[in-house]
């Protein structure tokens, strides 16, 4: 099994910046990718960015484009989500998974990870 835990999240102000991080432990051997979605008030769960277990594809949301980093950290159970110029919009339950599939590139799809943290919140003010 693996487990995930997110940490980071706080109240800001637009324009800010915010790094979560996300710790995996457990069986992390068999992850094959990692992701972070994220879930505004009301609203469905979505895909924000992420990270193939090589590190070496990354994928993000156009929401996002330009202005969040998902990245690895030296220890390769560990994923980061830097997020610059915040924006209210942005304002969500950030949640981290993790998948086995070994599929090549980055899945974007909530349904293709097994695993989660119980999540962080991130609250931009206007």
């Known amino acids: 099994q693996v487990q995930l835990v997110e940490s980071g999240g706080g109240l800001v102000q637009t324009g800010d910046s915010l790094r979560l991080s996300c710790s995996a432990s457990?069986?992390?051997?068999?992850?094959?990718?990692m992701g972070w979605f994220r879930q505004p008030p009301g609203k469905e769960r979505e895909f924000v960015a992420g990270?193939?277990?090589?590190?070496?594809?990354?994928t993000y949301a156009d929401s996002v484009k330009g202005r969040f980093t998902i990245s690895r950290g030296n220890a390769e159970s560990t994923v980061y989500l830097q997020m610059n110029s915040l924006k209210p919009d942005d304002t969500a339950v950030y949640y981290c998974?993790?998948?086995?599939?070994?599929?090549?590139?980055?899945?974007?799809?909530?349904?293709?990870?097994?695993?989660w943290g119980q999540g962080t919140q991130v609250t931009v003010s206007s």
């Open positions: 990270i193939t277990w090589s590190g070496g594809t990354t």
């Open positions: 457990g069986r992390t051997w068999s992850m094959r990718g």
């Open positions: 998974a993790a998948h086995r599939d070994s599929y090549r590139g980055v899945l974007q799809f909530s349904y293709d990870y097994e695993y």
